[in-house]
């Protein structure tokens, strides 16, 4: 029998072609090569290493809306390598959860998977950390 790897990740994650800034120790990292983004938090696509733990503010810029759509997130750096970034989010203002409550919901392959997520956590933490 073969096992297969299970997911332990409490949300759907999914891929975005859009513009993205983490702002860490008065250094702005930019990535315009896409992003992975879950309700948790987000990986991007940089050089530029952190240490993990770093407090940090995350902002995605949504192309092509008028006006423009900004989501907004404090957060902590959690990995940190050659290419990639990923920061979990601490917080998010009710808009920003909103906006990347919809900006998965239209874009994930499965949209009531990640709706059922939604109304399991209540936000963006586990209920249970």
Known sequence: MIRQPVDKRSFIRIPFKTEA????????IRSDQGIDVS????RLVTDELVEPGTLCRAVIRLQGEIPPVIIEASGTIVRSAPGSLAV??????????????????????????????FIAHWGIRNPAA
């Open 21 to 28: 800034e983490v702002f860490v120790n008065k250094r702005v």
């Open 88 to 117: 979990e989010f601490i917080e998010l203002d009710f808009d920003s959860y909103q906006h990347l409550r919809r900006l998965i919901l239209l874009n994930a392959d499965n949209p009531e998977k990640a709706e059922a997520e």
């Open 39 to 42: 309700m948790k938090g987000l």
